[in-house]
């Protein structure tokens, strides 16, 4: 059995930026996700040691590496300068590279 | 402190089919595995670009490299042409391999 | 855009452990965390095969490699002999290293 490699996103944000978050990713390309609701904490930025505890929602989705980069530019460049996010990626390996 | 290498295999699939997922885990010997309900959306298969939003459910497994192949071959043989079902492997360490 | 290499620790544990799990992170110098409840199940330990179906959660956050490691190491020593709990790291890459 092949495995491809692939990138897995993972975005924690707060729930009301959800569909913001999804509309970039279904921009990108990306042809499915999942979301689900975390609790948590966070620091607010630089500026802040605050510890807030909020309802966040947790948005996952895999995307071919190339697509990732260009996900995690644009969340980067529209949302983390007003909001608390936090984006990262992981290596997968994937069963069916045309899922994605 | 020795990290040990190991599988995260993580399912998507509808929240109908968590008991057949759980149950090729079982029968490939897992030790042990955590379920959580998420929204999402994603292509059914190829004959569509239909988004659908439905409940899902993330199941996620640390196996043993070997075993992780297994259930994946198991996932795709049996579920892959029927269902809407994404699998994916992740690699990770674990401190207590005895555990899995 | 430059990522940057972190580790992510994945906590899975009863419920009532949650608090002192949260408490060993911050104590660590964790900047933030996010939680959300699973079911699953489980080996009980050495001792027992079996299977328990739970209220768990599970805990995940975002450290420095080095933070990472101190972190493993108080929950395994303060924790893993007396209680069912499963941690592994993952590596991942993140846009604002100065948030973790």
Redesign the interface.
């Known amino acids: 059995?092949n495995?491809h490699p692939?990138k897995?996103v993972?975005v924690?944000c707060e729930a009301l930026l959800e569909a913001r978050v999804?509309e970039i990713l279904r921009d990108c390309g990306a042809?499915?996700?999942?979301?689900?609701?975390?609790?948590?904490?966070?620091?607010q930025g630089?500026r802040s040691a605050d510890?807030i505890e909020t309802g966040?929602v947790?948005v996952e989705v895999?995307l071919k590496p190339v697509v990732a980069?260009t996900v995690?530019?644009r969340?980067?460049r529209e949302l983390?300068d007003d909001y608390a996010i936090?984006?990262?990626?992981?290596?997968?390996?994937?069963?069916?590279p045309?899922?994605f």
Chains 1, 2, 3 share one sequence.
């Open positions: 059995m495995l692939m897995l993972t924690v999804v042809h499915g996700h999942t979301a689900f609701c975390v609790r948590g904490s966070g620091s630089e510890i966040n947790q895999i980069e995690l530019e969340l980067y983390f936090v984006a990262y990626e992981t290596d997968v390996r994937v069963m069916r045309d899922k």
